[in-house]
């Protein structure tokens, strides 16, 4: 009944053949990114499989109970790693320290739990794909030789703590060109949810209470889209420079067309790369070598060992780093409408 | 069709002709006693228009009032197809993520299948067919409660989305005509034999009415009364179509942005059609029959089972073209299509409007009046700006606002004794 | 009239979980004749009734309609077969007003267009033979009637059709005296054309004024059913409280006792 | 409570004193006639007990067993509300926020004012009073229907735990009073010290019930039956309790986990306490009547505005109560507690136990029931270790079988005559 | 009996929205006297009733009450005046059982716990003074009950409590025979101790055997108050029918056509 996608490694309890312990991952929903939904299942299932550990990989839907429950039942199965990628530092601290009395191995995978006390902690800089999304979008505007733009910000989910974090990475790019004069402040919405309908809608009446909008700071690919499809309406797409995050195929799309800036790739498989060989070791029972770097944890003051990755700033140049790490194929790109955009920049 | 009596020989009720001074007296003592229809949610309409347009200038904007339709267009196709659920007393809780799927099955088939949108949207609106069909058995044929049927199928169908959209992929359509659907406009010309056309349409119902109905010696409006409730629907046409063709491009130098929203009539004919069904059909009455006392329907030998099937039917289909105007809207769809709060806000627009959650009373124009005003709440409100917080806190006070207007009409009617 | 019934139960029994309401209960029904079914309170009438149109399902028992055997499933079965009924709980849907509710399921229509000009006008010619003189409007919610009016609404709603037999469970239990005379004036008409005429009614004035038979129920067994003629006004009543009454009605008050207790209503005084 | 009667000359409905075996005959004639109570729901979730046992052999762990309570616990006591609300044919949309605010205002008070746990727990509490005293009177004194009123409350409840929370933060709480509450557990002594408690107050009830009936000569039943409750009521308990007895800790030589989860108390607490206020107080009697015929109830001299109030009041403290406990579960409180899927299952919930949409029907208990059928889906459904979109698809499915079986059941029992 | 009136109503009119249905009507209810209310279906019986009891409020009119004006907005101030009230359309809860429903707004209580065995004796005594036979358990849901003894139920709830005044509307109407006159019997033991009682009935046997006074309704108003000694049978139905009767009643059928032809109701045939 279970021999569906990921789900068919974590039959059978634990421990019973091979000499490695079972490692839980817990990824946070399927709305902020579409990573957590498709990429990175695929990318650690991939890295469990080879090295022939079980591994129970799970979302939570968005919400803390289902984490938590979730988290309960990898416990309550003896696993011997946990991975969580947190929903918020509360309820991740309250899993790891469930875990921790059980004598698990924990790994913060992608987000820091604040206090929680993880053992290894693998990330992007969220921060940092925030600051990239400033720059890529001053980069844009000063291509297009806008003059005092006015820039709208279309924010991630205001319950979402990783929003506040892009946030946080923009505007520190961003507040310095308003405060300047050199760009000027336009509306600045949150979309609950990451929900793309309500991202159009909002967008849409930013762009009909404030006409001369010439720059849109979008937090996403998905909400990117929502923009690009009000802007296609008005016929301004193209003119006004869209950003987004993720590389997703629609995104990359958009690019190649012209009407989103840039996009942020994080190397999904890279970072889960890395996770899973963390994983992989503690599940043996050996420690690992890789997590070279530390992170302090602000809130405790610890550093955490981390294994820190870079964000990559993605126009339509680029395109094909992409698509040469695999992330995406050709196929899915540079699909018949696309397919001219696709030579152009350079993708065979 | 209040008629007043005058004693005749025969003891049979029989009425005299009323004028239209009369007529009008007549209203408004119906509307002083309780039976005023949709006249409260209009005028809470009326209410936030003036609290928006006065806090907002670009509120009252041709670009903004035209923005309203395809805002609106999810939230309104499902509440139209609600209405026909509610008025059996039931809940159909999977409504917002059925018009996902619909919208995702079409997505998929124009995007990854290259079928020609007259492919994709029938097997979009086929598939929300089917969902509504099964639905419907589960509920008349084992009895299980709709909520709960419903909310089953509410997970489900995230589910099935999510896994439609292979994990959490976005697939983007570029099929022109379904683009069109909810971001283009009628040109000038078609917009205004639109409105002739309504307008002829709507006189000759009227016409057709009273004269078949005089015919019997039975009692007719009064001409004058059908005169200004046509000339009233000419006026309002009129005036919306003449803001609405204006130029209202941001952007004129590139593109000019004139005429009706495509949407606009999509709306109007599924008004009318349902409007029609549920008034002037046997399915409409027996809808009514089996919502106000499905034992009465049953004894009548109203197949109240079937009945209740074609409601479920009738809400999923409906909301497959939600899902299709919505995925045109943005021009992609992903797993959250439907999501969110789109299930709330569809059931709060048919339940402001007027209809009843305990079922028997109910008119389609209720859906798309309250999916009026919570659009205009969910418009007006993006254009104030607020932070999110307090963003949702006016919103619902806002909500509350306007459902007062109508609670405390009704209750002042209802305190002159109907109940 | 006719010698053979139109419509005819045998050995009907219904329970209601652990009650059983109904025991090997019969009736004939004959073509112009009105049978008046009379009972005391709780003996089983109104069920009977609800068994016959389709409303409960029987538990055993036949029922036999124009020499066929029939089952009936559903109010629909029923009406198909042509028996009309106008239920004690009168089943009138609140929210429609009185011409709705009186071509409610058998709506005119022309084309797909239900035809209200044709339905308002039949049902003011048929309420005005019943004497409905306070109502307002033909368009009132039925909510908003008197119980008087919801009767006669739901007695009209009954004859309006061309039906072979009627079944009226207490019709004039809330009608004034005019109305009252009007409606067994009907009652009488009915068998008059032929139709087999069911009447519930616990006023043996009105039992008596227009019945050719009578049934008597007691305690869910059928205690008797004689020609009116036959019997007096006191021998009725005593079968109604008693079972029996003379030669008449059940054999004896043991049976009562047999097994049945636990299920049987209590109290046998009077 | 059904008796049997025997003739009497009196022509008082009297009644013959049934044996244990009439009484067990009765019980079963009561079941196939449709009187089931919560037994369909019970029947579900052994179902799934065994499903889900069968599929993973951890399921039926001690530990497992131990997490489902606090895993359950927030939608049983925001279900337990929603009883009181459903009872009335009323709904609270808003429950699930509301219990999302009370819990932040207690993690706010603990943590940035620095009250201790004594201050901060009834602060939410009365918050929850406080809400629900509101909604209650929009929709009882101004007569909006309380799915709208409690849809803004909805929204606007999502603001103000935004707004808490300064736009989006997470608030962390340490207090170890509060962290306790769902996250430790009696000591091992305690835990049994309850258990006796239980069985002896439930048998002194019992007892006491059939002696003040038998002092005035009305049937009671008989004592074997009686004594087979008690029984029955002591296994369970005790099973169970031995079951949480024993270490259940992953690791037992860093800490030990053992006893009785502190929430099962508290549930069962409120289980009783509600249980008797609808069972045995006027106040409960008035909640059915309303809930069953308002008019009816109002024709009775019930004041039937406070009534209405006051569920609502119950509902949002029930909530208020849920808020604390996945706050505490939770170690903190962030502008997304209460949201999600919480407000669906928890009317799910109720209505799977047996409660209906339309007032009238449904006891406290069903919540609990209905609450473990949610929360045993959930937890199995983890452990299954499906995707996201399957899991979300077999959920529903899961959910629709075991409400199947409910409806299945009582739908026989509604062919049998009863409606 | 006595002299000043228990409950006095003057001049009260009540409309629903464009529907004027009462029109200056009066009523005086004697302490110890049975006073009948008659009239037509639809006439404004049961509205003058439910005015009374609080359930609609007058529009106009005053109501004494013991000598006192008093207001009644809501059946709580109706019940605390000591005003009982059958209604016609029953009002019972259908999901709760019968001692459950009879005890309805005033439980007895032990403590802060119902006192479920001294109501569940009372419920019993009571109904067993009303010839009740056929209820299984009074436990059973007032749901699964016949239209009898649902309306058994609704009588023996008004009568068990100590008021002043008891208003029946159309107790009898769905009643066996038996039942019938033990109501009838009631109706005159509640008078003979003292209470004002109110009967509404259609069936004029019932009303010249019980009452004392009887006052007609006519399409909204009073027609006529007498003491029932005073009239004939025949004299009461053409007040009912027609609203006069020789010198008794209103004073000509033109009034019905001033200014009220638009709300009054249709139809003065017979
Ligand atoms: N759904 C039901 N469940 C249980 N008992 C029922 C049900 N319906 C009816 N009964 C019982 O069956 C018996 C017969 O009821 P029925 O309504 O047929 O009586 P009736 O002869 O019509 O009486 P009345 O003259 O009062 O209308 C009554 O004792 C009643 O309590
Ligand atoms: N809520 C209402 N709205 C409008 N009209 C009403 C309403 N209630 C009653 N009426 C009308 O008022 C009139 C009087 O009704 P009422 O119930 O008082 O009559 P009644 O004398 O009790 O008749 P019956 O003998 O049939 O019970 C009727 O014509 C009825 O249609
Ligand atoms: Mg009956
Ligand atoms: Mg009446």
């Known amino acids: 009944a279970c021999g569906d996608d990921s789900g068919d490694t974590s039959t059978g309890s634990s421990g019973d053949s091979s000499s490695a312990g079972m490692v839980g991952v817990i990824l946070p929903d399927t709305k902020s990114s579409q990573r957590w939904g498709t990429d990175d299942p695929k990318f650690l299932k991939q890295a469990f499989d080879a090295a022939g550990v079980q591994a129970d990989i799970q979302n939570a839907q968005g919400d803390k109970t289902q984490f938590q429950t979730i988290a309960d039942g990898m416990i309550s199965q003896g696993v011997k790693v946990l991975m969580i990628v947190n929903l918020d530092s509360g309820t991740g601290k309250a899993v790891l320290d469930k875990a921790k009395n059980a004598g698990i191995a924990t790994i913060d995978y992608d987000r820091l739990t604040l206090n929680g006390g993880a053992d290894y ?106 923009v690009i499809s009000v802007l296609k309406k008005n016929k301004l797409n193209g003119q006004v420079p869209v950003t987004g995050q993720d590389a997703t195929v629609q995104g990359l799309q958009n690019i190649l067309a012209g009407d989103q800036c840039m996009t942020v790739y994080k190397a999904i498989k890279q970072e889960a790369d890395a996770a899973s060989e963390l994983a992989i070791a503690l599940a043996k029972g050996e420690k690992p070598t890789t997590a070279t770097g530390t992170t302090k944890d602000p809130e405790s003051g610890k550093d955490v060992p981390s294994v820190l990755l870079q964000p990559k700033s993605i126009t339509a140049s680029t395109v094909k780093d992409v698509i040469a790490d695999g992330f995406v194929t050709k196929e899915q790109v540079c699909t018949a409408q696309f397919a001219d955009a696709c030579s152009k920049n350079g993708i065979s | 069709m209040s008629t007043t009596t005058t004693p005749a020989e025969t003891g049979k009720p029989e009425v005299a002709k009323p004028t239209a001074a009369s007529h009008l007296n007549a209203y408004w003592r119906r509307v002083r006693g309780g039976d ?26 041709a670009l903004n009032f035209a923005n309203l339709f395809s805002q609106s267009a999810q939230v309104i196709f499902i509440a139209m197809g609600l209405v026909f659920v509610l008025l ?103 917009s205004w034999i639109m409105v002739i056309v309504a307008v002829l349409g709507y006189a000759a119902v009227q016409f057709n009415q009273i004269r078949s109905r005089a015919s019997r010696g039975l009692v007719t409006d009064p001409l004058g009364i059908v005169l200004m ?32 929203p495509i949407v606009a009539p999509i709306i109007a004919v599924f008004l009318i059609i349902w409007t029609f069904v549920l008034g002037r059909t046997r399915y409409g009455r027996h809808v009514y ?61 048919a339940v402001i409007g007027g209809t009843s959650l305990f079922g028997g009373k109910g008119k389609v124009i209720n859906a798309v009046i309250g999916g009026a005003v919570i659009a205009v709440i969910d418009n007006g409100m993006t254009l104030m700006g607020y932070a999110a917080g307090t963003k949702y806190i006016v919103t619902g006070l806002i909500l509350l606002v306007a459902a007062s207007v109508d609670a405390l009409s009704r209750r002042r009617a209802a305190s002159s004794g109907a109940r | 009239m006719a010698a053979t019934p139109l419509l005819e139960l045998r050995g009907v029994n219904k329970s209601f979980g652990p009650v059983q309401v109904l025991h090997d209960v019969g009736l004939d029904v004959y073509p112009g004749e009105v049978t008046a079914l009379v009972g005391d309170n709780g003996a089983g009438k109104s069920t009977m009734v609800k068994c016959i149109a389709g409303i409960y399902t029987i538990d ?76 307002k409007s033909l368009r009132q919610l039925v909510a908003s009637l008197s119980g008087g009016q919801r009767q006669t609404v739901a007695i009209a709603k009954a004859v309006l059709w061309n039906s072979k037999v009627v079944i009226l469970d207490e019709p004039t239990a ?46 869910g067994r059928m205690a008797a059913q004689v020609k009116a003629t036959d019997v007096t006004h006191s021998q009725v009543v005593e079968l109604i409280t008693a079972g029996r009454s003379g030669n008449l009605g059940l054999p004896s008050e043991s049976s009562n006792g047999n097994g049945y207790a636990d299920i049987t209503p209590s109290g046998d005084e009077r």
């Not at chain 2, 046509?230 to 006026?235: Q, R």
């Not at chain 2, 003449?242 to 004139?258: C, F, K, Q």
Request: aromatic share 6%.
């Open chain 3, 60 to 135: 055993a028992g036949t029922v036999t309609y124009e020499g066929r055997k029939v089952a009936i499933h559903s109010p629909r079965d029923a009406s198909a077969l042509g028996i009309e009924v106008v239920y004690q709980d009168l089943a009138l849907c609140d929210n429609l007003d009185i011409v709705q509710n009186m071509f409610l399921g058998r709506e005119k229509m022309s084309g797909v267009v239900l035809d209200e000009p044709t339905m308002e006008q039949m049902a003011g010619d048929t309420l005005a033979g019943l004497s409905v003189r306070t109502v």
């Open chain 3, 174 to 219: 809330a009608l004034g005296v005019a109305q009252t005379a009007q409606v067994l004036e009907l009652v009488r008409r009915l068998a008059d054309n032929g139709l087999g005429v069911v009447l519930i009614s616990h006023n043996m004035n009105d039992v008596f004024a227009v019945s050719d038979r009578i049934a008597a129920l007691y305690l």
């Open chain 1, 121 to 226: 902690y693998v990330s992007f800089d969220n921060v940092a794909v925030g600051k990239l999304q400033g720059e890529g979008l001053v980069q844009c505007l000063s291509d297009k030789g806008y003059d005092k733009p006015v820039v709208a910000e279309l924010n991630g989910s205001p319950t979402d703590n990783n929003a506040t974090l892009f946030k946080q990475g923009y505007d520190s790019v961003l507040q310095p060109k308003y405060d300047s004069g050199e760009f000027v402040k336009g509306p600045d919405q949150s979309v609950p949810d990451w929900d793309n309908a309500q991202g159009g809608t909002i967008f849409e009446q930013m762009l009909t209470q404030n006409q001369k909008i010439k720059g849109v700071l979008a937090a996403n690919d998905g909400l990117g889209n929502a």
């Open chain 2, 229 to 260: 409730r046509i000339g009233g629907l000419a006026v309002l046409l009129v005036v919306a179509t003449a803001v609405l063709t204006h130029e209202r491009s941001i952007n004129p130098a590139i593109n000019s942005v004139r005429g009706v």
């Open chain 2, 36 to 61: 005023i229809g949709s006249l409260p949610a209009i005028l809470g309409l009326i209410v936030l228009c003036l609290i928006f347009g006065s806090a907002r200038e670009t509120f009252v904007s």
């Open chain 2, 289 to 349: 029959a089996v919502g106000g006392n499905s034992e009465a329907a049953r004894r009548a030998g109203i197949p109240v089972d079937r009945i209740r099937i074609s409601v479920f039917v009738i809400g999923s289909f409906m909301a497959s073209i939600g899902g299709i105007l919505i995925v045109s809207r943005a021009n992609s769809v992903d797993p959250n299509t439907g999501g969110s709060n789109i299930l709330l806000y569809s059931v709060g627009a």
């Open chain 2, 88 to 190: 059996l007393g039931e809940i159909d809780l999977s409504a917002g993520f059925a018009s996902g799927v619909c919208g995702a099955i079409m997505a998929i088939l124009l995007a990854d299948h290259g079928w020609p949108w007259w492919g994709a949207i029938p097997a979009a609106m086929l598939t929300g067919v089917v969902i509504g069909f099964m639905l419907g058995l589960l509920v008349a044929k084992l009895g299980i409660p709709s909520f709960v049927v419903t909310l089953a199928a509410f997970l489900g169908f995230q589910g099935v989305l999510l896994r439609l959209l292979g994990g959490g992929k976005n697939i983007s359509i570029n099929n022109s005509f379904v683009l069109k659907l909810a971001n283009s406009n009628l040109s000038v010309t078609m």
